[in-house]
């Protein structure tokens, strides 16, 4: 891979977030301020728990959203608020794709990621060592802007770094993720354990989980009493539960599947709903 500095450009900056760093930077600050201790666990497994101290010591990795900041800023700063970056050296942003059709996984050929904030740096040394595994892909130039589920993480990222290492930044390693099977994860999360297991690095997973909708093919419903059911566009709107109190149960058992740690929980209960995490 070349040495010669390629920069990718904010693409979305302007429409699905603020190109205006004093904006941006105000915005991003608000919706961080915005999180108050103590903070109340939700989630079923850890529900009435609560969090005493931000960042939590030790949360290297995070799952956030990545929608235009309208919809997605304030809940990715419960996340970002979370997140312990205090001994981190490297960044691993991981975000599905969208646009490109991708059969596993893939890297940026980018040296950096600009943000109206300041520029992040991309550890191209462990981008070469990932790339000579054979498991990932090289993205071009346009499939990388075109991708906005890694680019909605770039102001937070550069902000929490900055607050915390001030302009020493620590380095990033982008990695989109496209269709996979079993087998595939297996492979990806072998080689990507060591890294995981390095406590100077840290991990940005990008989700929004559930998609629902006609648009996305998902219309998944559970009732309180009786079976689940997909529904339609002529079907009556159900009210035991709200649609979107059925979608939350959706998620919170994904949730519930992803915190057990386990990869055959998780592509069970993905199975058993349909559940559009992405």
């Known amino acids: 891979m070349s040495s010669s500095q390629l920069v990718r450009d904010p693409s979305h900056a302007g429409s699905w977030y603020s190109s205006s760093e004093l904006k941006l930077d105000g915005e991003l600050g608000g919706w961080l301020d915005a999180v108050k201790m103590p903070v109340k666990c ?9 969090i005493d101290q931000l960042p939590v010591p030790g949360a290297r990795v995070i799952i956030a959203p990545h929608a235009g900041y309208a919809y997605s800023g304030p809940a990715a700063a419960w996340a970002y608020r979370a997140w312990d970056v205090s001994k981190a050296k490297r960044v691993f ?15 940026s050929r980018m040296t950096h990621y600009a943000t109206p904030l300041g520029n992040l740096t991309v550890d191209r040394e462990t981008t070469g060592v990932l790339h000579k595994t054979g498991q ?11 991708e906005h589920s890694l680019e909605m993480h770039l102001p937070y990222i550069h902000k929490m770094l900055t607050e915390v290492h001030g302009t020493a930044l620590p380095i990033l390693v982008p990695v989109m993720i496209g269709s ?23 991990f940005v997973i990008s989700s929004d989980f559930a998609h629902w909708g006609t648009r996305f093919g998902y219309t998944y419903y559970s009732p309180l009493t009786g079976n689940p059911s997909s529904l339609s566009r002529s079907s009556k709107s159900p009210k035991d539960p709200e649609i979107h109190e059925s979608i939350r149960q959706v998620d919170f058992e994904s949730i519930v599947a992803c915190e057990s740690g386990s990869h055959e929980g998780w592509g069970k209960e993905l ?3 349909g559940n559009t995490v992405f």
Do not use: C, W
């Open 93 to 107: 942003l991981l975000g599905p794709s969208h646009h490109y059709h991708l059969n596993g996984a893939a890297l």
């Open 271 to 273: 199975r058993r709903t």
């Open 136 to 146: 990932f892909e090289l993205m071009s130039q346009s499939v990388d802007e075109d």
């Open 42 to 50: 939700i989630v079923p497994q850890s529900d009435g728990q609560t």
């Open 180 to 202: 996979t099977s079993t087998s595939t994860e297996r492979a990806l999360a072998k080689t990507l354990a060591p890294y995981l297991s390095d406590p100077t690095n840290a």
